[in-house]
């Protein structure tokens, strides 16, 4: 085998966004794109010679053959070992599992989560550190400083490693050790919850549905729900991986879950449904007749964490991403517990985690996790809901009027405008952050704006300072508006708009959240001049 060094020179846009590098799967197939990508992972992390590596991804077009040239660069680098999941499949929070139990020095994952695939679609990749969680912001401004750099990289002339077989191989002289994907992921799922408790419940006639969305958590689903705990066959749908996730998009929301939220809602509707994405880090909860926000759902956790074995002695703290909702922090308050507040991007959740500081953490993009890795994780928020189900012997609608008796329903919706013009979306955000010193004091819709700032955060573990955040407004009725630009799309800009009111009268507690929120909309829509800079008359999703 030889070790060829490729001659290549910088490509702009590799900017590693909130988790990672995506991008439209035509351009990583584009001469050097992928390999400029994975030589500047090499650099930014001091090189890989020496170390012991977790590789895989979720299935989706150009998975494969991305995950040859990653093999083939890291044996030209001089890593010592990959451990790789069977036919390159690992779902997120499996490989950052991985990663922490196999105590690696970090691991390459091949997703772009829940954004759609195929050879039209979308591919990422990104990299995660010994603690199983994604780079931090540091490691990510070294890797997109040495991608302006780069001259050349290094790899492996070779064929194809087999990746279909369980076993372990030698590239150059590095070792491939091929793993079941989902064996010590279930292992752990295990050991956090009651399953004894959640086979009764299956046995019990309890009914479900699984809608794994064509993507990696299928097999996941399948092995624990099914083959393990007895949920009837046929409980998860769509659950083998495809590289085009079945010509769909793998984002567990009402809209793209549409098969799975009808069936819920209707006459014959499963006791309990879930959806997973695309690298299996989100989770969608559905009660029979009854859709339960992220927020919510994160909130839920944290008040019966102690019905789950592993958060029996309770929980050190809860932490959120800045848009997400403030239900959690209610409940927080009601625990004595600190709430964390961070920015968008799991990566800013990890050290809270590794210092003690919290143990639940989450974000409204249907993202939810704990100390168990470092990473969200979409089947263990489903196994966090049944095990709740099974002990509290409740439905998904009773446990939400409860819950919303308890601490106030925080109406919660996110409004988002897709592939709007770059230049429209940024100057649209310059205008507000120009208001934000007029406007606390004015009355709007209705509405009397109480603050308005641009969300800076100093973590407490580090002392690192990440500033312009997300532009909020919050109002003396107890509303809330967040606007910012997401780092998820790979085209135009993507304005997220999360609307957010408090209730706590228990008579007003069942309205549709567009109306409970058409005050808060009124003023988000004329402070931003939302429809006259985006050219939309509406939002193109709205959860």
Known sequence: MTITRIQTQPIDGQKPGTSGLRKKTTVFMQPHYLENFVQAIWTGIGGVKGKTLVLGGD?????????????????????TKVIVGQNALLSTPAASNLIRKRKADGGIILSASHNPGGPNGDFGIKYNAANGGPANEQTTDRIFAATKEITGYDIVEAQDVDLSQIGTTKLADMEIEVVDPVADYAEMMEDIFNFDALSALFKSGFRMRFDAMHAVTGPYAKAILEDRLGAAEGTVVNGTPSPDFGNGHPDP????????????????????????????????????????????????????ATWVPAYADGLAG?????????????????????????????????????????????????????????????????????????????????????????YGRNYYSRHDYEAVDSSAANDLVASIREQLETLPGTTIAGETIETADEFAYDDP????????????????????????????????????????????????????????????????????????????EKPDVIT
Request: proline letters at 3%.
């Open 461 to 536: 573990v580090d002392g690192s300072r990440s500033e312009g955040q997300g532009l909020r407004l919050t109002t003396a009725s107890g509303g809330r508006i967040v606007m910012r630009l997401s780092g998820t799309g790979t085209e135009g800009a993507t304005l997220r708009v999360y609307l957010e009111q408090v209730e706590t009268d228990p008579a007003k507690m069942g309205q549709d959240p567009q109306k409970a929120l058409a005050s808060i909309i009124d003023v988000a829509q004329s402070v931003g001049e939302i429809a006259k800079r985006t050219g939309r």
């Open 253 to 304: 929301n009402p809209i793209w879950a549409k098969t799975l939220m009808d069936e819920m809602m209707g006459p014959d509707a499963p006791d309990f449904g879930a959806a997973s994405d695309g690298d299996g880090d989100r989770n969608m909860i559905v009660g029979r007749h009854c859709y339960v926000t992220p927020s919510d759902s994160l909130a839920v956790l944290a008040a019966n």
């Open 59 to 79: 299935g989706r077009y150009f998975n494969d053959r991305a995950a040859q040239v990653v093999l083939r660069m890291a044996a030209a680098s001089g890593a």
């Open 318 to 406: 809860v932490a959120r991403s800045m848009p997400t909702s403030r239900a959690v922090d209610r409940v927080a308050e009601a625990l004595n517990i600190r709430c964390h507040e961070t920015p968008t991007g799991w990566k800013f959740f990890g050290n809270l985690l590794d210092d003690g500081r919290v143990t639940l953490c989450g974000e409204e993009s249907a993202g939810t996790g704990s100390d168990h890795v470092r990473e969200k994780d979409g089947l263990w928020a489903v196994l966090f809901w049944l095990n709740i189900l099974a002990k509290r012997e409740t439905s998904v609608a009773d446990l939400m009027k409860d819950h919303w008796a308890t």
